[in-house]
């Protein structure tokens, strides 16, 4: 058991909309995860710099930062994260959303959330983290 405590259980969620960041930090933390909420780009690279998280869960309508630029920005910096993405916006060709999947492959959360798939793209996310991070150490031992 002390080995599921030690995890790193942490998820940033970036997004503009308090009432969103407020929704998703209260059924987080019910589901046990640890939750840090951030409304701006530039408070969520303040986070990422001083610990780490397993997932940044975030919107990618925000005023401060396109969030196609958001994400090549944190994948350039190798926090080693999972990332996953929220929007409230339906299907359309132009969408930042459609610029992103041509590119990188996230799980992606339509608003209003459903909540069986918020688990799941959490979880899911948890679960390639560790699996990423044994991987490593297991190359490391040998
Ligand atoms: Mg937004």
Redesign the pocket.
């Known amino acids: 058991m002390s080995s599921l405590t030690e995890k790193n259980r942490r998820v940033l969620v970036v997004?503009?909309?308090v009432d969103v960041l407020e929704f998703l930090r209260i059924f987080l933390e019910s589901l046990g995860w640890e939750v840090t909420t951030v409304d701006t780009t530039e408070q969520a690279f303040l986070e990422l710099d001083s610990r780490s998280y397993f997932l940044v869960l975030t919107?990618i309508?925000?005023p401060d930062m396109d969030g196609y630029e958001f994400i090549n920005k944190i994948k350039d910096k190798n926090y080693g994260c999972q990332i996953a993405l929220m929007t409230g916006f339906g299907y359309n060709p132009k969408h930042t959303l459609v610029k992103i999947y041509k590119t990188i492959r996230y799980p992606c959360l339509f608003k209003p959330f459903n909540r069986a798939k918020v688990i799941e793209a959490v979880q899911n996310a948890f679960n390639v983290y560790n699996k990423e991070d044994r991987a490593s150490q297991d190359t490391n031992e040998g």
Do not use: C, K, S
Request: glycine share 0%; aromatic share 0%.
């Open positions: 997004d503009d909309e919107d309508a925000m």
